[in-house]
């Protein structure tokens, strides 16, 4: 008896909305609700970080070091930050995403450039602060990718070539048909760079179309030629194949031409070549985003990397080809004639900067490169 | 006439009882921090990530279209599902590898190993799990390379050279070294309280040892099994360090295709999302399952 509820004048009767179902149903609302606000900070601008006097610079890997941080600061007294990306996607990313708010110098490359101006994220340079324009080479005073720096400064250029082993290889490749011609004695033994441009672009400058095509069948003709060679394929690594190129492990792999150069002077069995029908022309800039906190310490920056004696220092430290003629011009000998760092006019003028296609064949070429590296 | 009963006393209402602070104030301090951050860091952001799923062909810093199903119906496509196929063969492959291998040892150690020794070597067995799994992926690609350790072994003994880098066979050797530690601290546990009384029993029934190992250790330890098999299979499912150092050009994962879509040229977010939720609810499906076969209460009710 003592179990059984009895209704009498002194029980409570039961809520018609129990306190257990008000807890359920207001945490499933906050739940909702927070989940529905947070979809508007997908596209909104990026919030800025605090100005706290120290410049920010997010980069690549090997562009800065430590002694040219410390000579800046030694200079202007500004304490300087490098943070390090190894994609212009996953820089671009962070930057939409919110988390760039810190930086006021990034480093992007010249397609990136192109992007970014699109999207408002970069601010126009006032080109009244920036001394030493006048010592860039000729090639960047008014490029496509940016018409008159308008947003942006080269910084460095380079190639896409292949990187061998001699001890290793069936040969000494010339062009980029060398793979697929000796796809049986390579298996295995190759690595490709992992960009969908610079690959499936690699591809269609083999069969001689353009890296810009826009044309659907030379694309699919591309996707299918770089499926034949997958046997010979180890791995799309854009780094990380030093060790095994080094001991031999592999025969040959594609690099960009500042990981290959640095390598190449390591070890007398590796050359780096620019295959004969040409590659593509990349170059990395300087710029200010639009959410830079700290832009007069952005300008000073530009202007000490500009300086032509800064500018050699660098180069002969870290080995990068450098846009700003006036270094150039000082380099000693050995590193102007190195023909893979600074390749001779008729070599560059096959090639080609890789710039966006239309959207029709950026789904093509999303497409076909997971095909080819999911399969 | 009898006195009329005396009115009992109003039967106390239950959620009086509940509101009544020496009940609830213990279990709210104990669980409140964990609850708390696992609201905000893993209920809230998966909450995100399926809000995300939902829109189809979301682009980071484009303007959001309607809802729609068309992320998930984009999966079903046969390249991703060949990517998901070859995540389900990675996992239940390193799995069965780390079981088969790890039950000897976790055998070995518990039940057989001299008592002094046994913290020691368990010690000494988990041991690797102090470095970063990337460093340990990276000595394999030394191991495993054509010119690494193996190949010169077999070079000396005269046996043929493998070339087993940047092939499946090494994300199942990196897989199976990643998690082996786990397999065998979970066997270890279970092995422990096995009754060896029972054992005994059977022996004295007439049973050989085969027929004791297969009919008493293994269901006794089925749980544990249960639960280390499991784990392991959770854990290597979403591994992205090992498939892509190891495994080459023919070892795209699920993983790395959500990688690919949020970090890479696409940036197609809603895609990565809906991927991402095909991952959450495998390994929720894992759990569940843990959760039903890693029940102790059988144990205990044998005993």
């Known amino acids: 008896m003592s179990g059984m509820r009895r209704l009498n004048a002194f029980s409570y009767p039961r809520p018609a909305l129990s306190r257990r179902r008000f807890i359920q149903g207001s945490a499933a609302v906050m739940a909702g609700l927070a989940a529905a606000n947070c979809r508007q900070n997908l596209s909104g601008p990026p919030s800025g970080g605090g100005n706290d006097g120290t410049l920010h610079i997010y980069t ?28 212009n996607e996953s820089m671009l990313t962070k930057m939409q995403a919110g988390g760039g708010g810190a930086y006021s110098i990034i480093y992007p490359s010249d397609y990136m450039v192109s992007e970014m101006t699109e999207l408002n994220l970069l601010t126009e340079l006032d080109q009244s602060r920036i001394t030493g324009l006048e ?20 910084f460095c250029w380079g190639t896409t070539g292949l990187v061998y082993n001699r001890k290793a290889s069936p040969g000494a490749p010339v062009d980029w048909d060398f793979l697929w011609e000796n796809q049986a004695a390579l298996a295995r033994r190759v690595t490709l760079i992992d960009d969908m441009r610079e690959t499936l672009g690699a591809t269609l400058k083999s069969l001689g179309y353009s890296y810009n095509t826009n044309n659907p069948a ?20 854009t780094t990380g194949f030093e060790s095994e190129l080094l001991g031999g492990d592999l025969s040959v792999s594609m690099a960009y031409s500042s990981d290959a150069i640095a390598l190449a002077l390591e070890d007398d069995n590796l050359e780096y070549i620019i295959p004969a029908s040409g590659s593509s022309l990349w170059t990395d800039t300087l710029a ?22 800064v500018a050699r220092a660098a180069v002969e430290r870290l080995l990068f080809a450098t846009a700003n003629q006036a270094a150039f011009d000082r380099l000693p000998p050995d590193i102007q004639n190195n023909k893979g760092l600074y390749p001779p006019e008729e070599v560059l003028v096959k090639s080609e900067g890789i710039v966006a296609v239309d ?6 070429f999303d497409k076909f490169w997971t095909q080819v590296t999911s399969a | 006439m009898a006195p009329p009963l005396a009115p009992s006393p109003p039967p106390s209402p239950p959620w009086a009882d509940r509101l009544a602070p020496r009940r609830w104030l213990g279990p709210v301090v104990l669980l409140g921090p964990a609850g708390l951050w696992l609201l905000l860091l893993l209920v809230l952001p998966t909450l995100l990530i399926l809000e995300i799923s939902l829109v189809p062909g979301l682009r980071l810093g484009q303007p959001s279209g309607g809802y ?29 590898l780390c079981l088969v291998l790890g039950f000897p040892v976790a055998y070995w150690l518990a039940l057989m190993s001299p008592k002094r020794w046994r913290n020691l070597l368990l010690v000494g067995f988990i041991l690797p799990l102090w470095t970063s799994s990337l460093l340990r992926a990276y000595a394999w690609i030394t191991i495993l390379r054509p010119s690494g350790v193996v190949n010169t072994l077999l070079t000396a003994l005269g046996l ?54 297969w009919k008493i250790t293994v269901p006794q330890t089925m749980p544990g099994i249960a639960a280390g098999c499991l784990l392991v299979f959770i854990a290597s499912l979403g591994d992205f360090v090992v498939p892509t150092l190891l495994g080459g050009a023919s070892s795209m994962n699920i993983s790395r295709l959500i990688y690919n879509q949020f970090l890479g040229p696409t940036r197609a977010w809603g895609f990565g999302s809906a991927l991402s939720m095909v991952l959450i609810f495998a390994v929720s ?19």
């Open chain 1, 288 to 309: 200010i985003p639009a959410t830079a906190p700290n832009v007069e310490a952005a300008y000073q920056w530009m202007n000490f990397i500009l300086d032509p004696e």
């Open chain 1, 359 to 364: 959207e029709v064949s950026t789904a093509l």
């Open chain 1, 135 to 154: 010592n860039l080479k000729a090639k960047w005073v008014n490029p496509a990718y940016d018409p008159n720096n308008a947003h942006s400064i080269p």
């Open chain 2, 68 to 96: 729609g199903l068309g992320n998930y119906l984009q999966i079903l496509q046969p390249i991703y599902l060949r990517v998901m196929g070859r995540s389900l063969v990675f996992a239940l492959g390193s799995t069965l």
């Open chain 1, 60 to 87: 690549w890997a090997n562009y800065t070091d430590d002694g040219l941080s410390q000579a800046f600061t030694e200079k202007t007294g500004i304490p300087v930050v490098v943070d390090i990306f190894d994609s």
């Open chain 2, 285 to 303: 499906l894992a759990i569940a399952l843990l959760l039903r076969y890693g029940d102790r209460s059988t144990v205990t009710e044998a005993s």
């Open chain 2, 160 to 213: 043929p050279t493998q070339n087993w880098l940047n092939t499946s066979t090494a994300v199942f050797i990196g897989l199976a070294y990643s998690f082996l530690p786990y397999m065998v601290l979970i066997l270890y546990a279970s092995l422990e309280k096995l009754d060896t009384r029972l054992l005994e029993a059977a022996a004295d029934l007439g049973a050989t040892p085969r027929q004791g190992f």
């Open chain 1, 218 to 237: 030379e694309i699919e003709a591309a996707y299918k030629w770089l499926l034949e060679l997958r046997p010979a394929i180890a791995a799309f690594k």
